[in-house]
């Protein structure tokens, strides 16, 4: 099953079950959006697609003509859901580990150290507001000349920190803010703008081997493919059971909460972002993310 968020001009902020190109509506006046979904689980003591399931459908809109840039006058599907927090992993590929390294010292150097190492590289990413749904602007801030999107496989977690489903994440990064000093890390990766999400919540009933999919990237400019690059998830360097354990360890979480598991599309440095960019994120078996870009 798949979960979405959308928005109707004349009934506000609404939660449904994507079915092929339709969208199924499950609203109540109690729930309206994934996250009051995932705390009805977990008060149930049930899955979360057995409680949507159990709601029942008040109307259908296609998925299609609601995959467009957000505006409170008409239809449009939203950032799937609401996350308390975004935590990310980094250098969970080798050629993350290797670019990195040339890029800062031209040497192997601290990201291959965290490669290799035991424990993993863990930071904090976003909150909701600070997270673009589908089709929404994501951003350049506006002291960066090299911020680079970063196509990511993200999961979502719920009760006892257990993944719940799967959805797309856009880790953009001002990699010159990175890269001048690893100290300023935090100010390279969250900012207005700075994480996209979406289109919808692939529950695990959906995704059968998650270290088995297809991750594409294309940047659009001026209607031009610019740069097209793929991997597959198989070539993640740690199990998320791990990146989990490591993430809550002291340190306890929200159902919710999110955690973008890397990059191992390094998109080369001449394809930084530019102002009305369109960056498109494809995974096999969640769908497609697409982000225009401006500058803040
Ligand atoms: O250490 C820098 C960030 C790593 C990252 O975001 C990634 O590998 O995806
Ligand atoms: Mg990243």
């Given amino acids: 099953m798949k979960l ?3 928005y109707l001009p004349d009934k506000g902020y609404r939660v449904g079950i994507l079915d092929d190109d339709t969208i199924l509506d499950i609203t109540t006046p109690e729930i309206s959006t994934t996250l009051d979904l995932l705390r009805q689980a977990i008060d149930e003591n049930k899955y979360i697609d057995e409680i949507a399931s159990s709601h029942k459908v008040i109307g259908k809109y ?6 467009r840039l957000p505006s409170k006058l008409i239809p449009h599907i939203l950032i799937p859901i609401y996350p308390p927090e975004v935590w990310g992993c980094g250098v969970t590929y080798k050629r993350s580990a290797e670019m990195r390294d040339e890029d800062t010292t031209g040497a192997r150097g601290i990201y291959d150290y965290v490669y290799f190492a035991e424990r993993p590289e863990l930071f ?9 749904g589908p089709n929404d602007y994501i951003s350049i801030r506006r002291d960066s000349n090299l911020t680079a999107a970063e196509p990511e496989l993200a999961y979502i977690l719920g009760k006892d920190n257990e993944i719940i489903g799967y959805t797309i994440c856009n880790d953009v990064s001002a990699w010159d803010i990175e890269r001048e000093n690893p100290l300023y890390l935090p100010q390279s990766k969250i900012f207005y703008g700075c994480c996209a999400l979406g289109p919808v919540i692939a529950l695990n009933s959906e995704i059968k081997d998650p270290y088995n999919l297809m991750i594409k990237c294309q940047i659009i400019r001026n209607e031009e493919i610019i740069y097209s690059g793929e991997i597959n998830s198989s070539k993640i360097k740690r199990a998320f059971e791990e990146l989990t354990e490591f993430l809550c360890r002291d340190n306890p979480i929200l159902p919710g909460t999110i955690m973008t598991t890397g990059t191992g599309i390094m998109i080369p440095n001449d394809f930084a972002l530019a102002p009305n960019d369109i960056v498109e994120i494809e995974i096999e078996k969640i769908g497609k993310l697409s982000n225009p870009v401006k500058k803040l």
């Fill in 62 to 67: 296609s998925y299609e003509s609601m995959n």
């Fill in 4 to 6: 979405l968020q959308f």
């Fill in 124 to 132: 904090f990413k976003a909150t909701s507001s600070r997270c673009s």
